[in-house]
């Protein structure tokens, strides 16, 4: 059974600073990754998606990577500013079953 | 136009009582589901519908029925709710590998 774990679970950074949210997955067999945004009592907004065949994905200042053999991915955020404040959240579709398993979540503060 | 449109955003109701929560989709795209998010944040799978056929059930009990009309609608219907059911439900369509979520509904069980 697929679990996926996110590190840490919660992040305070001063604003501009980069910084990095890991995410790691016990089975390898993956369709794919997502990382997602959620804001406080709001949905999910998709940020980034990777096939299993890309090593990465880019949209601004973020940048996601992805390892499959090891199990992991990591999303860097650059710059980071208050407005990116909000819960990351690291999801894999497994090969054959389309439906998303979830991590846990990483809640990041940016202080202005 | 939001693609994927949950309605109520809140509902309160006593222990006991039925309630269903609505979803529609405008993407155009077969394979919908139901996610729950529990108090601790974490997101689970409940359902997944592929062209009005139950593809996915996570072991939920049967008190909680989706229902898909058409292909563009899956319905949440739960019987005899209980203080347990309180948390948020999320609808969501699958696009080309990517997932699309509604603004979920927050159920509070009274």
């Known amino acids: 059974k697929q679990e996926v774990t996110q590190i840490p679970a919660a992040l305070s950074v001063p604003e501009g600073e980069n910084l990095v949210l890991n995410c790691s997955f016990t089975?390898?067999?993956?369709?794919?990754l997502q990382w997602f945004r959620q804001d406080p009592g709001k949905g999910l907004t998709s940020l980034l998606l990777?096939?299993?065949?890309?090593r990465e994905q880019t949209s601004g200042r973020l940048n996601a990577s992805l390892d499959k053999s090891s199990g992991r991915s990591t999303l860097y955020i650059a710059a980071s500013q208050p407005g990116d404040s909000a819960t990351y959240l690291c999801?894999?579709?497994?090969?054959?079953?389309?439906?998303?398993?979830f991590g846990s979540g990483t809640r990041l503060q940016v202080q202005p | 136009d939001t693609a994927v449109s949950q309605t109520p955003k809140y509902l309160v109701t006593q222990m006991g009582n039925d309630k269903s929560i609505k979803c529609e989709q405008n993407?155009?795209?077969?394979?919908m589901y139901w996610y729950k998010q529990d108090s601790k944040k974490f997101l689970k799978i409940m359902f997944s519908?592929?062209?009005?056929?139950?593809?996915i059930n996570e072991t939920v009990p049967n008190r909680f029925s989706p229902k898909s009309p058409d292909k563009a609608h899956l319905n949440l219907h739960i019987n005899s709710l209980e203080l347990g059911d309180s948390a948020v439900y999320f609808c969501?369509?699958?696009?080309?590998?990517?997932?699309?979520f509604g603004q979920g509904t927050r159920l509070t069980v009274v």
């Open positions: 999801a894999v579709e497994d090969t054959g079953r389309r439906a998303l398993t």
């Open positions: 089975d390898s067999a993956i369709y794919n």
């Open positions: 990777i096939q299993s065949s890309q």
């Open positions: 993407l155009g795209h077969d394979t």
């Open positions: 519908y592929n062209n009005k056929e139950l593809i």
């Open positions: 969501a369509v699958q696009l080309n590998t990517e997932a699309f």
